[in-house]
């Protein structure tokens, strides 16, 4: 099963390609840790809280609206998900 965290950052990974931009300089823009975003990535950082979403699509010029738009976060989706 996916977390909350493992679904957010495949839909941080699409929004960094589009936009031709690196974890790296996504963390520059935000004023994040790199080490933040990572732990979505290792499995660290499970569920995300709201004010690090906003931070991440701020850094990504997105609204959290368009963020969440992907089929992955529709409520059958994550029906399964864990929330530990």
């Known amino acids: 099963m996916r977390t909350i965290g493992e679904i957010v950052a495949k839909r941080i990974d699409e929004f960094l390609y589009q936009r031709g931009m690196s974890l790296y300089g ?42 969440l738009s992907s089929s992955s976060f529709k409520m059958e989706a994550i029906e399964n998900v864990i929330y530990r």
């Open 26 to 67: 996504l963390a520059k823009k935000t004023g994040l840790p790199l080490s933040t975003l990572k732990n979505l990535y290792t499995k660290h950082t499970k569920s995300p809280t709201l004010a690090l979403m906003y931070k991440i699509c701020d850094g990504l010029d997105v609204s959290i609206n368009d963020f």
